[in-house]
Every structure is written in C-alpha cells, then in structure tokens.
C-alpha cells in the first residue's frame, strides 16, 4: 500500500490542496506519484458558423497550457526528492479520468482534494471527489479544503458571477 499515488490536479488552489498530503505520505512511504488531469475543453454550437477551427485553437491552447501547469508540478516534486509521472487525459469527464488513470496505472491509492475548480459550490464534498470515492477500487485520501481556500474560492466564484 502506498506505493504508487494517483493526485488528480485541475490547477486550482483547492486541488493543490492534497499536494502537502500527497508528499508527506510519498516521503514515508517511498511512493511514486503520478498526476493526473482531465483537460475539458468547451464544445461551441453556431448556426451557419463553422466552430471547427475554433474549436481546435482552443482544445489545443487548453491542452497545452495543462501539460505546461503539470511539467511545472512535476519539476517542483522531482525538485523535492521524488519519483513523479503525468498523464492527461483529453475529453473525459474528471472523475472518469481519474477512475480509468488509477485502474491502468496500477496506483493502489488516490490522494485528492475534497474540492477543485468547481470549489464550495458542492458544499460538503464536491461532486468529483463524491464519485471517485463511491466508484475507486482501491483507498482514496481526501485532504479537506482549508477554510483559507474555501473563503478564496467563494470570493473568486462571486467575483466571476
């Protein structure tokens, strides 16, 4: 156990969350950790408009800008001493994402923030989090969001509301 950890990361404060979790259980254990993203790119409907090109301009600014935001995390553990792997998964819902990414991966425990991008808006548990606990086939370590996070996400949700 603990020998290879999953951390789910969608470049918000509240994600990162389960980075101090996740390192302090790799430094004891030796683990290997891998971080892994679902990169959800929005999908435009026009009538008479051709979005293909747009569309495809911003899949691959979206997915660029999460490979460069991963290779940074990942410099900064390696920085620190540890064994760290990135996968990104492009189109499929997070919580699948990271489901699939633990089944293929062989990790044998999920270290993940209890919220993310989405933040307070789920109150307790947020929704990704929810299902990865419900459907994971192996142990998953919530780092809960600190009330510091939780005051920041809600200021920035109703800052862009």
């Known amino acids: 156990m603990f020998e290879h950890l999953l951390v789910p990361l969608d470049g918000s404060e ?25 990169v959800q790119v929005p999908y435009y409907v026009g009538e008479g ?8 301009d911003i899949s691959q600014n979206i997915e660029e800008e999460t490979k460069q935001y991963l290779r940074q995390k990942q410099k900064d553990l ?9 996968e990104i998964v492009v189109g499929h819902p997070p919580a699948d994402t990271i489901l699939q990414t633990a089944a293929t991966h062989d990790v044998d425990t999920i270290v993940m923030s209890t919220h993310g991008r989405g933040g307070v808006l789920r109150w307790m548990l947020g929704s990704v989090a929810d299902m990865v606990l ?3 086939t192996v142990p ?7 009330p510091r996070h939780a005051a ?10």
Do not use: C, M, W
């Not at 408009?49 to 495809?56: A, C, E, G, S, V």
């Not at 998953?140 to 600190?146: E, G």
């Not at 920041?152 to 509301?161: G, I, P, Q, T």
């Open 140 to 146: 998953v370590l919530l780092a809960r969001v600190s």
């Open 152 to 161: 920041k996400a809600s200021e920035a949700v109703l800052a862009n509301s």
């Open 78 to 86: 390696i920085a620190q001493g540890f064994q760290v792997n990135l």
């Open 49 to 56: 408009l051709d979005f293909t090109k747009i569309h495809n």
């Open 134 to 136: 419900r459907k994971a």
């Open 14 to 38: 509240l994600a990162e969350a389960a980075l101090p979790l996740a390192t302090a259980v790799a430094e004891k254990f030796h683990s290997k950790i891998t971080l892994v993203t679902a």
